[in-house]
């Protein structure tokens, strides 16, 4: 089941395209549906709730025609990006940074993972003063290619917290079998 993603994804995404070339986000948008084009193409909301199969497919077509052979690296990249654009000095989640303290991000994005998606939820665990594990469970059908996105998210947004040396790993996964996607984060 897909449900329901806020704009503030899908204009992340496409600062990301746009960010890659006039020539290569042009090659991207004319591969997409003309439903879909219309979509992105036209004014996105922050608030505003988009169909998730829209930001799916603009993710797969970005994928599909700019990975370079690194399809796993461009989704980390995406995620990084991500948290730039809504963390970074005028995002729209910039109020749930607090300068050298990753744990309040964390602690906060279960509230923001629902504030995003119409479907599923996130879990947030500190398992010490420099670690957390941030689960996510019941959400639209897993892949790998959100889970990549969701690991350079939560780097991305530990170092602009204030964290260095900052490792994400993902240790369980719905893909696999898993109850969740489990995402353990360590800094210094």
């Given at each position: 089941m897909i449900g329901k993603v806020k704009g503030t994804l899908l204009i992340a995404r496409m600062k990301y395209l746009r960010a890659?070339?006039?020539?290569?986000?042009?090659?991207?948008?004319?591969?997409?549906?003309?439903?879909?084009?219309?979509?992105?193409?036209?004014?996105?909301?922050?608030?505003?709730?988009?169909?998730?199969?829209?930001?799916?497919?603009?993710?797969?077509?970005?994928?599909?025609l700019l990975a370079r052979g690194d399809r796993h690296q461009l989704f980390r990249d995406m995620g990084r990006f991500s948290a730039?654009?809504?963390?970074?000095?005028?995002?729209?989640?910039?109020?749930?940074?607090?300068?050298?303290?990753?744990?309040?991000?964390?602690?906060?994005?279960?509230?923001?993972?629902?504030?995003?998606?119409?479907?599923?939820?996130?879990e947030y665990q500190q398992t010490g003063e420099r670690s957390a594990v941030l689960r996510t469970l019941e959400a639209e059908e897993a892949s790998v290619d959100d889970c990549l996105t969701t690991v350079g998210w939560l780097e991305r947004a530990v170092e602009l917290s204030g964290g260095r040396s900052v490792r994400v790993v993902e240790r369980q996964c719905r893909v696999n079998g898993g109850t969740s996607c489990d995402y353990h984060c360590e800094w210094q």
């Open positions: 890659q070339g006039t020539e290569s986000a042009d090659r991207v948008l004319r591969r997409l549906s003309e439903e879909d084009q219309r979509v992105v193409g036209g004014m996105l909301l922050p608030s505003t709730w988009y169909p998730a199969g829209v930001l799916l497919r603009l993710e797969t077509t970005i994928a599909a730039e654009t809504n963390l970074g000095p005028t995002g729209v989640q910039r109020p749930y940074l607090r300068e050298g303290d990753p744990q309040f991000l964390l602690r906060h994005v279960p509230r923001m993972y629902s504030a995003q998606h119409s479907a599923g939820r996130r």
